[in-house]
């Protein structure tokens, strides 16, 4: 595979969540005021979500975001607007600030899943704001790939892509630590009318066992697709979930079209998605460059090892180390019984190996290690002294 000219081929996309405050920092109680299908609402009326083309290259992704964050801007301006750059959300009163998107119409089922949502998990859960990474393998690779295979080219890719899902859900661990860039919040995700800012005990919230988890470890099947889509309808069935669309595990496979249970069992894997990056608010753009490039290259890397069984134990474990990423003191913090920094870098240094060839690659994970060898280097550190700054 790495041999391949189309290795560093695919498809990129992104879906950025913001919230819009008003000029004093404070939630908007205005309408959504975009009619674009780039610049969307997620789950409350006041929460931007950018989405971007699909792209060539993370650079290319990364310059239509860019475009599409400078036309929002304009638009808030005109209303004196601006979009609030951190995962955390900003302060409130109480939950009465946060109105669900007002979806109507042909989309008013939209607004009955988040209502839904609103009484099994709170609507403050749902004010953590990220970044969506998405990614499929270009045609030509996976073509090139097949050929051979008695499969045919639609089991091959499921396959490919099935493979890809476990590998990268038992390491998401690593881009945690990697890019968690929200240790602060403000008092009011407590209780109501708390004022005050504080350093958290985690991280990255959001990616924090305070944030976007089901009220259960969900366990999967992963022998194929077929038995992977049956085992989430199984905990729709049983009303541990509303919809598919709740299962929240911080590594999705989508199909093309519309996402949706049946179109992924019936037309197979379009792209997978990577849930689990803070919006990194020393950044233009809430995203650095260099980490979706990495992100790029641990897909690429951990496609190449070997399969395994995914087994429960294995998946509550995921889970477990997920979390503990999400510390900020990560003293004492193992994944899998050893020391997170030193199992950081063992794969870092693998994937060094891994991509020797490749000057471009090797200084995108020199850049990640930086961050394992002086703990100021942390997106998290490096938020706290700003914000620090901001205040003095």
Not at 16 to 34: A, I, M, W, Y
Not at 204 to 221: A, C, I, K, Q
Not at 239 to 249: K, V
């Amino acid at each position: 595979m790495k041999n391949s000219p189309y290795f560093y081929s695919g498809n990129f996309g992104l879906e950025r969540e913001t919230l819009r405050v008003d000029k004093n920092g404070r939630l908007s109680v205005t309408p959504h005021p975009f009619d674009s299908k780039y610049i969307t609402r997620d789950f409350c009326e006041n929460q931007i979500e950018i989405i971007t083309p699909v792209c060539g290259s993370t650079d290319e992704m990364l310059d239509k975001l860019g475009k599409l964050d400078s036309e929002a801007r304009a638009v808030l301006d005109t209303i004196g607007e601006r979009i609030w750059l951190y995962s955390n959300p900003p302060h409130f009163e109480t939950e009465n600030d946060i109105p669900i998107a007002a979806f109507d119409g042909e989309q008013s089922s939209k607004r009955s899943y988040r209502e839904k949502l609103q009484r099994r998990y709170g609507k403050r859960l749902m004010l953590f704001s990220g970044i969506h990474f998405n990614f499929s393998f270009g045609d030509d690779l996976l073509h090139a790939l097949h050929k051979g295979s008695a499969l045919t080219f639609g089991e091959f890719r499921d396959r490919l892509y099935l493979r890809l899902y476990k590998q990268l859900s038992r390491y998401s661990w690593l881009l945690v630590l990697l890019t968690a860039a929200s240790p602060v919040y403000d008092l009011s995700l407590d209780e109501d009318y708390a004022e005050g800012v504080v350093l958290s005990r985690y991280s990255s919230m959001r990616n924090s066992e305070r944030g976007y988890w089901n009220e259960f470890v969900p366990v999967l099947d992963h022998t194929d697709l077929k038995a992977y889509t049956e085992s989430i309808q199984n905990y729709v069935n049983k009303g541990m979930l509303f919809s598919p669309s709740e299962l929240y595990l911080p590594i999705r496979m989508k199909p093309r079209g519309a996402n949706t249970l049946e179109n992924l069992a019936e037309n197979g894997v379009d792209h997978i998605e990577l849930r689990m990056f803070d919006l990194n608010p020393l950044e233009p753009l809430g995203i650095n460059r260099s980490d979706l490039k990495f992100a790029h290259l641990l897909i690429l890397y951990l496609i190449s090892l070997d399969d395994f069984e995914y087994t429960e134990q294995l998946q509550y474990e995921a889970v477990e180390n997920h979390r503990s990423a999400a510390l900020y003191d990560l003293r004492g913090i193992t994944v899998s019984g050893r020391d997170i920094i030193g199992s950081a870098r063992d794969i870092l240094d693998s994937m060094k190996s891994f991509f020797s060839s490749d000057k471009s690659a090797l200084n995108t994970i020199d850049y990640e290690l930086g961050k394992l060898a002086d703990s100021s280097e942390r997106v998290c550190e490096r938020v706290i002294k700003r914000q620090l700054l901001d205040v003095l």
